[in-house]
Nanobody, 129 residues
Framework: QVQLVESGGGLVLAGGSLTLSCAAS????????MAWFRQAPGKEREFVAA???????????YYADSVKGRFTISRDNAKNTVSLRMNSLKPEDTAVYYC???????????????????WGQGTQVTVSS
């Protein structure tokens, strides 16, 4: 089992920045693919970004097109945390953001909800115009 706890959400003006953090416990963190999803009111939960550590100093990151160039996902395997730095925020980024983990060691990094077994409780991000 993996327990995930998000933090860092809040209210920010459009154009501003915010950093979300997710603390993981329960399994070997470095082997888990970690991701962020978000769900806006009335919409389905969608993929935002994911990261996989491949050993040594090699870490891969993947992004949804809507956040590419604005958001940065990073992980600290020593601290069992994954972060999402969000810059140039837009009102359409308003959503509940969820941290997710995939511990199945698959060859590709999933971007669908079914690809993740572990979920945090979510943290609200509100971007005002």
């Amino acid at each position: 089992q993996v327990q995930l706890v998000e933090s860092g959400g809040g209210l920010v003006l459009a154009g501003g920045s915010l950093t979300l953090s997710c603390a993981a416990s329960g399994r070997t963190f470095s082997s888990i693919v970690m991701a962020w999803f978000r769900q806006a009111p009335g919409k389905e939960r969608e993929f935002v970004a994911a990261t996989r550590w491949s050993g040594g100093s090699t870490t891969y990151a993947y992004y949804a097109d809507s956040v590419k160039g604005r958001f940065t996902i990073s992980r600290d395997n020593a601290k069992n945390t994954v972060s999402l730095r969000m810059n140039s925020l837009k009102p359409e980024d308003t959503a509940v953001y969820y941290c997710a983990g995939d511990a199945r060691h698959r060859p590709t990094v999933p971007s669908d909800l079914a690809g993740y077994d572990y979920w945090g409780q979510g943290t609200q991000v509100t971007v005002s115009s």
